[in-house]
């Protein structure tokens, strides 16, 4: 942690049932972040390592900015397409969670996204989800075709519509107002898809810091018989607060009431779950 930052955090993993755990996490500096690699072998393990090396140098620096983040997941999406080549196989990763940035001289939280990890902002106990899954189910949920509850079962939820590797610059950003007493929570699937967002709140909001409340909810998703690596990241402002005239402008402001569906028809497929 760089003390000179105004963001602080901590994460948390578990292999799960899995042979091997291919998900990678950083929360250091301004930087929050976890990413769920796919991919045979040590694949998905070195796309998720490779996506989050990408934002190491971010975690160093004392000020960092929107484009310093956009420049991060473009040298991520690049490292992770080398990965492929090297692997001679395809190799990708999800990779979400927050940046403190500042932008006009004002702090926000940046959040990305790229696939079905989630960013979550957590106020007492109950959590809101920051992102927006790139995944078959959430598409099938913004139809109106099945439930957010239905979603979670669903024989076809781990199939993702976009992750770092499949050659698609594009990412989902959003500033996030740095508000005194909210936590972000940063999670792959192994949490999401075994947890429900009300636990998770729960779990999260009794927590005493953030290292508590990401080993708790690892724990949580190991009760609740993942099938999965879990890997969590909580992070918070002690002292720090968005003004509320700042300006996020050209990024999106969240929450935001326009959720406009940029997926590509780019699918990739995680091994099935055991
Ligand atoms: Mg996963």
């Known amino acids: 942690m760089t003390a000179a930052h105004w963001s602080v955090g901590a994460g948390a993993t578990d292999t799960g049932p899995r042979a091997r755990n291919e998900d990678s996490f950083l929360s250091a500096g301004a930087v929050h972040l976890v ?121 076809d939820r781990n199939i993702i519509t976009r992750a770092l590797g499949d050659g698609v610059a594009a990412f989902d950003a959003w500033l996030v107002p740095v508000a005194p007493g909210s936590r972000l929570i940063v999670a792959s699937d192994g949490l999401t898809g075994a947890v429900p967002d009300e636990l998770i709140g729960s779990v999260a909001g009794l927590a005493d810091s953030d290292e508590e409340a990401a080993e708790r909810l690892v724990e949580a998703a190991l009760r609740h018989g993942t099938g999965d690596n879990v890997t969590v990241v909580v992070a918070h402002a002690p002292a720090t607060t968005t003004p509320l005239d700042a300006d996020p402008g050209p990024w999106p402001l969240w929450p935001l009431l326009d959720g406009e569906d940029d997926t590509t028809g780019v699918a990739a497929r995680r091994e099935p779950q055991e």
């Open 35 to 155: 990413a769920d690699g796919m991919g045979g072998h040590v694949g998905g393990a070195a796309a998720s390592a490779a996506a989050i090396e990408a934002f190491r140098e971010l975690s160093s620096r004392t000020v960092v900015t929107p484009a310093d983040v956009a420049d991060a997941m473009a040298a991520a999406q690049a490292a992770v397409l080398d990965v492929g080549r090297r692997a001679g196989a395809e190799s990708g990763t999800t990779l979400t969670g927050a940046v403190a940035v500042e932008h006009e001289g004002e702090p926000w939280w940046m959040v990305v996204n790229v696939g079905d990890s989630r960013t979550y902002q957590l106020e007492g106990t109950h959590v809101h989800q920051i992102t927006v899954d790139h995944s078959h189910v959430q598409q099938l949920v913004d139809a109106g075709r099945i439930t957010p509850e239905q979603a979670m079962h669903h024989p």
